[in-house]
T-cell receptor, first 115, second 112 residues
Framework: DADVTQTPRNRITKTGKRIMLECSQT?????MYWYRQDPGLGLRLIYY???????NKGEISDGYSVSRQAQAKFSLSLESAIPNQTALYFC??????????????FGPGTRLLVL | QKEVEQNSGPLSVPEGAIASLNCTYS??????FFWYRQYSGKSPELIMF????GDKEDGRFTAQLNKASQYVSLLIRDSQPSDSATYLC????????????FGKGTKLTVNP
């Protein structure tokens, strides 16, 4: 089974709708991240969380919100979706005490299309 | 300002050749560096990480780090068509929040 899972894997929604993307991990990592990836723009950090009580904005947090429901779960919400939020969304995790220099490990991604 | 720069490519090499991918970064205080491989439509996959100057080898992959010149490279020996992917360089920004800053990636094509 995958260590980092994301649901849904694909989603089509309409402008103005609220949607939630979910991420779960079984790696036991304390840190979790949400990124979006757009062609030509690379990976951009939306939000990150270093533990359940810690939530931080990334470089492009406007229009998004997150919830860290448990150490293993981190969800991303688009309160009112707009077409320029069409992108590939990735969740990632890392381990504060890992010997891998806190490398990040990615989920399979959610492809979101906002019409 | 934290930046990670990579040549977008595409870089094309014949099968069996050495592929050399380069990355420069702007934050002189960065301490750890990562290479990810990303196949089209898939998620980034960690290949290697390095924090000391010099070379680090893992199978056909070698990461090279030169902190004085602020560059990190990835060499892929005996390149295979299955190595065709986009390679992302990531740098651990030394700011207190310890975020990774990613380059935009270099697309590698290995021709049979």
């Amino acid at each position: 089974d995958a260590d980092v899972t994301q649901t849904p894997r694909n989603r089509i929604t309409k402008t103005g709708k609220r949607i939630m993307l979910e991420c779960s991990q079984t790696k036991g990592h304390d840190r979790m991240y949400w990124y979006r990836q757009d062609p030509g723009l690379g990976l951009r950090l939306i939000y990150y969380s270093f533990d359940v009580k810690d939530i931080n904005k990334g470089e492009i947090s406007d229009g998004y919100s997150v919830s860290r429901q448990a150490q293993a779960k981190f969800s991303l919400s688009l309160e009112s979706a707009i077409p320029n939020q069409t992108a590939l969304y990735f969740c990632a995790t890392s381990d504060t005490s890992g010997g891998d220099l806190r490398a990040q490990y990615f989920g399979p991604g959610t492809r979101l299309l906002v019409l | 300002q934290k930046e990670v720069e990579q040549n977008s490519g595409p870089l094309s090499v014949p099968e069996g050749a050495i592929a050399s991918l380069n990355c420069t970064y702007s934050d002189r205080g960065s301490q750890s560096f990562f290479w990810y491989r990303q196949y089209s439509g898939k998620s980034p996959e960690l290949i290697m990480f390095i924090y000391s100057n010099g070379d680090k080898e893992d199978g056909r992959f070698t990461a090279q780090l030169n902190k004085a010149s602020q560059y990190v490279s990835l060499l892929i020996r005996d390149s295979q068509p299955s190595d065709s992917a986009t390679y992302l360089c990531a740098v651990n920004w030394r700011g207190g929040s310890e975020k990774l800053v990613f380059g935009k990636g270099t697309k590698l094509t290995v021709n049979p």
